[in-house]
């Protein structure tokens, strides 16, 4: 809805309406409430009257240089866009009359000039102090506040008024910590949470950016917004970009900030769903209803973060090991878990989940190979393999069906479904087998632990059949080959199981030579070698 002006008067005390017993001051205070009525148009159809005292008005028209108030507005918008003109305009002192013009204006019927007014403090607050303190001091916060409050109950909340106020606060917000405590004192808890309910793209974004900005610098607000208190602004921002995503990257700063740099990542995980992991990792009960699609779709978050700032974040323990107890729990569904042609999101919360805190494990473990095994990476890796992270792959690995390689070369024909293979399980996602051969190939590079136990448990074998073609599992071979070449390094025992599989004539089984590599063994060395038959 647009309002227009329609016209401007300025109504003028008559000397009838004057005491003259009254002080001269007293006349003074009696012109100051003066009012200018802008009679606006609205929807064609109606009269809104909306009342601006006279000297706010005056301000603004002799600033703007124009007879008329929406004039007046756009010019200074345009003034104010350089550092130049903002310092001009802080020094005549406009963003008191713009915050008294705002308070003045009605919503919704005076929208157009509200944009307008919010447009302008926004650009007057770009990197301009001056301004910045004023704003504080008119306690232009919670004003900012009262307007997107209002904005935000109607049927259908108003996305443009809020974006804009948002901007405001966030650019104020990068003046300084001074500034940052008094727009979260205003808001915090309360404020921030009405706007995070609301689901738009164009107001969650710069929410998280106010959100970020508060907080940048401050472990105190941060631990305050991921309290007892705060916590459901940040389930309220996941939810609300879950169902309408993100356009900027400060919903993933924030939670990186939270959750991955920070040590909330269970608490907000168990506000997000109706079981949350516990915190030793050890139940792994499984519910058909044990995780929410909410809680599906943060991992999926913080597993895009944690991929795409590998280099930059050092996992701590904790954090692994609680990731490692939500996938133990979330495997339950293996056992009723049909194939499914699509990786995730599949659309179930389970598989999802069981994708994603995979994903998660997978990154984790490979912080050692990509940023160089001589930094101090902490002791997350060694919380997971102390677990028992590596059997349960394996075990896991085991039990899936046969990559469509191998299958055809055992079952020479026979469909894949058959009733022969009743007995083992199906990739509940596509790529949930190259997933799990991924993890463990992270976790060999440059381990003699984990290699010597893969060799003890006897899964060599197992993992030589990872490295074919599979229709379910894109990248399988790449990640099988990768993992098996890290087993072999460094590590003579592994290689002589190898030689001795070669000599049993093992290593020419049906199964290896459909992967479409071979096994050469250096007749002087006797050390093994993948070779692509190709």
Known sequence: MIVEDKYIKIEEDSDEDVDDDQPTHGRAMARDVEYLVVTTLLDNTALQECSVPQHVLRKILSAGNSSTLVNSLENLIQVCRTADGRAGLASKDILPPAIQLIQSLPYPSARHLLTLCLKLVRNLCAGEIANHNSFVQLNGGALISNVSNSASLSLEPDAGIIRMGLQVLANVSLAGQQHQRAIWQQLFPKEFVALARVQSRETCDPLCMVIYACGDGSPELFAQLCSARGITIVKEIVNTTAAVGCGEDWYKLLLSRTCLEGPYFQSLFSNLGFVGATENGEDTEFRVDAFSAEQAFFLRCISDILNERLQEITVPSDLAF??????????????????????????????????????????????????????????????????????????????????????????????????????????????????????????????????????????????LQQCGLDDDNPYLREWGIWCVRDLFQGNEENERVVVELELQGAVDTPEIAQLGLRVEVNPNTRRPKLVNVS
């Not at 790529?431 to 463990?440: K, L, S």
């Not at 632990?449 to 060799?455: A, P």
């Open 322 to 463: 609680c990731v490692f107890g939500i996938f133990k729990k979330s495997i339950g569904i293996l056992k009723s878990a049909t194939r499914v042609k699509s990786g995730h999101p599949t659309g179930s919360s389970m598989i999802d989940v069981l994708g994603y805190s995979l994903t998660i494990l997978r990154d984790i473990c490979a912080q050692k190979s990509v940023r160089g095994s001589n930094e101090d990476l902490g002791d997350a890796l060694d919380v997971l393999l102390s677990h028992g992270l590596i059997e349960l792959l394996l075990c896991l690995l085991r039990d899936l069906e046969p990559t469509s390689v191998i299958w055809k070369a055992i079952k020479q024909g026979e469909e894949r479904d058959g009733p022969k293979s009743s007995s083992l399980k199906p990739c509940p996602y596509k790529g949930f087998q190259r997933d799990m051969v991924a993890v463990i190939g992270n976790c060999t590079y440059k381990s003699k632990l984990v290699q010597d136990e893969i060799r003890q448990r006897d899964w060599i074998l197992l993992l």
